[in-house]
């Protein structure tokens, strides 16, 4: 009879806290978002010194109460969830697990309170709260194009990486301490600011062959953005047309352009 009774309270916790398509999950969820965003909005206003000094046991207090229901939430999901594992190492699961972790560790260490805007993370649930179909299956094309362009990327980022090891080894050895290029591995940051034509100015060459040098490097870290935007770009395009193909036949989606034949009706698409 207890065991009946423990599986009819799981099941009812499972639809709350799982299902927002039910009217207590969906009010559930909505309820857990204010919380959110609210505890954000506290992290937010302790940073602010004037602020702090004038509400900051109030904040703290706050804090303490939106992590105890976070942590409540985080349980009940473990103890209602089918399979307890495969919730708590799942993306959403750690992320659960991160956004109370940060307030325990302060109680440790000074300044992890505010590592809480993690739980800014836990916002996504609004695009399944809110039904936001669309947005979802955007999202999924923005993934299948990044994942594409994984391996191009890796490839350019190590082009890159051996290209400001060289070029930053080259100004150590034509620049060296006195303009500020005390060794190899601050060359190489020097290297990185220009390249991403951030340059910060704290270190620049004063010889003629350096400032040549470094002519050299701005006009390649423009050409540099440009390649990830291209190959990213195709990427999506590709994952765009990927998603909105569909048989002639019998309208079914096409999962790759590059499929021969339809996986529902059989028929030859190329």
């Not at 505010?114 to 179909?133: P, Q």
């Not at 060459?205 to 423009?222: E, H, N, R, T, W």
Request: aromatic share 12%; glycine share 6%.
């Amino acid at each position: 009879m207890a065991t009946r009774e423990n599986d009819l309270l799981r099941r009812k916790i499972y639809t709350v806290v799982f299902r927002s398509d039910t009217p207590s999950g969906k009010l559930f969820d909505i309820i857990l978002l204010m919380l959110i965003l609210l505890s954000i909005a506290s992290v937010f206003m302790e940073s602010v010194a004037k602020i702090r000094d004038a509400y900051g046991p109030y904040i703290v207090f706050a804090e303490w109460i939106f992590t105890g229901c976070f942590t409540l939430e985080y349980a009940l999901r473990i103890y209602s969830s089918h399979k307890p594992f495969k919730y708590m190492f799942s993306f959403l699961g750690i992320i659960d697990l991160l956004a109370i972790l940060p307030t325990y560790l302060s109680l440790l260490l000074t300044g992890t309170q505010y590592l809480v805007v993690i739980r800014a993370f836990r916002l996504l649930r609004v695009f399944r709260i809110l039904k936001l179909n669309r947005f979802m299956s955007e999202g999924h094309i923005l993934s299948n194009a990044l994942k594409a362009s994984l391996h191009k990327i890796t490839v350019f980022v190590a082009s890159v990486v051996t290209l400001v090891t060289i070029i930053g080894t080259l100004m150590y050895i034509i620049e060296g301490n006195a303009s500020g290029f005390t060794s190899i591995p601050v060359s190489i940051y020097w290297a990185i600011v220009t390249i991403t034509t951030v340059g910060y100015g704290d270190i620049s060459p004063q010889s003629p062959l350096g400032q040549f040098l470094a002519s050299i490097l701005m006009v390649i870290g423009y050409g540099i953005i440009a390649v990830p935007t291209g190959i990213v770009s195709v990427e999506m395009a590709r994952a765009t047309e990927e998603a909105k193909a569909k048989c002639p036949s019998c309208q079914a989606a096409i999962h790759s352009i590059r499929d021969k034949f339809c996986s529902n009706c059989g028929k030859t698409l190329i």
